[in-house]
């Protein structure tokens, strides 16, 4: 018994599994217009930067059916199929911050989390197990996908943003002003209306306060 | 470099999460070996992913989640990234690192049979049975026949039969009309997964059909 659905799907010859897969994007199923990803990415954000309650109400409702569409196939059944959303849609809101656009649309990293989630429910129901192991399983391979220095890079930026942003007023525009906007000190100096030498002095101070805190973090 | 890569239908049905949690962890361990079905899985998602929200569906209008969805947000917690503590072994005096997926599997004792070793995996698959085999440099297993199908992922170290020589990510699965005998060329540590008992075959190697149950 290898194949664990109770769709199950006959052997096919090498090659047409992904022509099954294309041909059943029959007419009740479409591409996402660019307008929709935006939309879609634009609540991720929301929810990942914000803990934005409404715009996750909204990515729910968009998402519901088509959980509760692959969970009845899946599962036969009506409240297996409610029970998926309800865990899934959990895991989107407590993991959004895991979210990174950069490496594959929302579309796929939430179908990824339903999948983990129903390949769970399937092991409980069919041997008992709680064991909950998609994560071992499939969140290796999330990792590959950046490599593990820039993946520690991605960490240190963050911590280093949420530095930046309690620095005082006055160094915190200049900090982000050339390292985030990527001005030169003079062009800095033009748009806030301060002196250059102001502009150097902010700067110095702010650095020494980053690289104490950083320092701290690293021993 | 690799050579044997799991079939496409097995990575499609991987990919979809409808694989048992046997061959679901081989699988993992040779796409995290494989840059090749690294590039395919994520094919192969997105495409999934494609299908999954282009489903034109009615929204059940009347259906109200406000209760649903006040309740999921009322949890402040953010999950973590657990970084996976290297799980390592020792057997015979070689120490080897267990991929990731199986960090939280548990292993038996091990058997020792001359250069044999074999630990069970739990992974409460049934009839299925996962096992990591070791093999000392030299050491063979009987040549045998499958009833069933055997799985064999070269984890570390190289073996040969009598078909070709092995790298580890080697994702080797043999069905009934494969009659083989492996050979360790250095030592070797697999992940075997087996349906049913082995068949030994030849000779005197059948005094050795009742290992078979043993072995994988
Ligand atoms: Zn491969």
Known sequence: ????????????????????????????????????????????????????????????????????????????????AQELLQ?????????????????????????????????????????????????????QHSNERDDSAEFSDHLLDRQLVEYVEKLPEEQKNVVKGIYFQELSQEELANQLGIPLGTVKSRLRLALGKLKAHMGEHHD | MIKYHPSEHILQSYVQGELCASLSVAVSMHVAMCPQCQHLTCQYEASCAQSFAGENL?????????????????????????????????????????????????????????????????LGDGK??????????????????????ELTLLLSGTFKDEMDSYVPGDFIMLDGS??????????????????????????LSQLFNPIGKLIY
């Not at chain 1, 929709?36 to 996750?56: E, G, P, S, V, Y």
């Not at chain 2, 006040?70 to 005096?93: F, H, R, S």
């Not at chain 2, 005998?181 to 030849?202: I, K, M, R, W």
Request: one cysteine or more.
């Open chain 2, 128 to 149: 299925l049975h996962a096992s990591l085999l070791h093999i000392e440099k030299g050491g063979s297993v009987p040549q045998h026949t499958h009833r069933g199908f």
């Open chain 2, 58 to 122: 009615d929204l059940h209008g009347d259906e109200n989640w406000d209760e649903l969805i006040a309740q999921i947000t009322e949890d402040t917690m953010l999950a973590e990234i657990a970084a996976p503590a290297p799980l390592e072994i020792e057997i015979k005096g070689e120490q080897f690192l267990l991929p990731s997926s199986l960090q939280n599997v548990g292993l038996s004792g091990w058997l020792k049979l001359g250069k044999l070793s074999r630990s069970r995996l739990n």
């Open chain 1, 87 to 139: 865990e899934s849609m959990a895991n989107v809101w407590r993991k959004a911050h895991l979210f990174n656009a950069e490496k594959g649309a929302v579309t796929t990293w939430i179908y990824t989390l339903v999948r983990n989630q129903s390949f769970d429910m399937l092991r409980k129901m069919q041997t008992n197990r709680e064991d909950n192991l998609s994560e071992d399983i499939w969140q």
């Open chain 2, 178 to 203: 494969h009659e083989h005998s492996p050979v360790a060329t250095e030592s070797c540590l697999c992940f075997t997964l087996a349906d049913d008992a082995l068949h030994f075959s030849q000779g």
């Open chain 1, 1 to 80: 018994m290898i194949e664990k659905s109770r769709q199950q799907s006959t052997e096919t010859p090498q090659g047409s599994v992904m022509k099954d897969v294309a041909a059943t994007q029959t007419s009740e199923q479409r591409l996402l217009s660019a307008e929709q990803q935006a939309q879609l990415c634009d609540w991720m954000h929301r929810i990942a930067n914000h803990r934005d309650r409404k715009a996750f109400a909204c990515l729910f409702k968009w998402f519901a059916p088509k959980v509760l569409h692959l969970g009845r196939q899946r599962f036969g059944d009506a409240s297996q």
